[in-house]
């Protein structure tokens, strides 16, 4: 059995924080433009919210920023992305719109591990 212990974003004002909070989930926001190019103080900010909650996974979904391997490596095997392609395929952004622009007939979504390489775990 799992059940949701933060949902955390960088966006403050995003959609899924409304909704976490209706359904009485606790929410949290660690906004990354205050830290510029600091991927290291945003990291560290992010692991200082996470922290007092114990969460045992991470699940991604919409987080739209690059973690650093030392980020990742602490949440070794704990933690998921949700990516909108057929991975290997279309790794990245615009996935969508590439899969069209090359005519594929089918696409769809991977869940994976997350890795030190972007979008490329098991």
């Known amino acids: ?27 949290a ?3 990354h ?3 510029g190019r ?7 900010a992010l692991q200082d919210a996470l922290a007092p909650h114990g969460p045992d996974l ?7 920023r690059i973690l650093t391997p030392g980020f ?3 949440w070794t095997g704990r933690m998921l992305n949700i990516h909108p392609s057929l ?18 007939q089918w696409h769809g979504c991977t869940v994976h591990e997350v890795t030190a390489q972007l979008d490329h775990g098991p």
């Open 58 to 64: 991470l699940c991604l979904a919409g987080f739209m």
């Open 29 to 31: 926001a660690v906004d």
């Open 87 to 104: 991975l290997p395929l279309y790794a990245g952004l615009h996935t969508h719109a590439r899969a069209l622009a090359n005519g594929d």
């Open 72 to 74: 990742v490596g602490a």
């Open 33 to 35: 433009r205050p830290h």
């Open 1 to 27: 059995p799992a059940r949701p212990v933060l949902v955390l974003s960088n966006d403050p004002e995003a959609g899924g924080l409304t909704k976490a909070q209706a359904l009485g989930v606790p929410t």
């Open 38 to 44: 600091d991927r290291a103080a945003f990291e560290a």
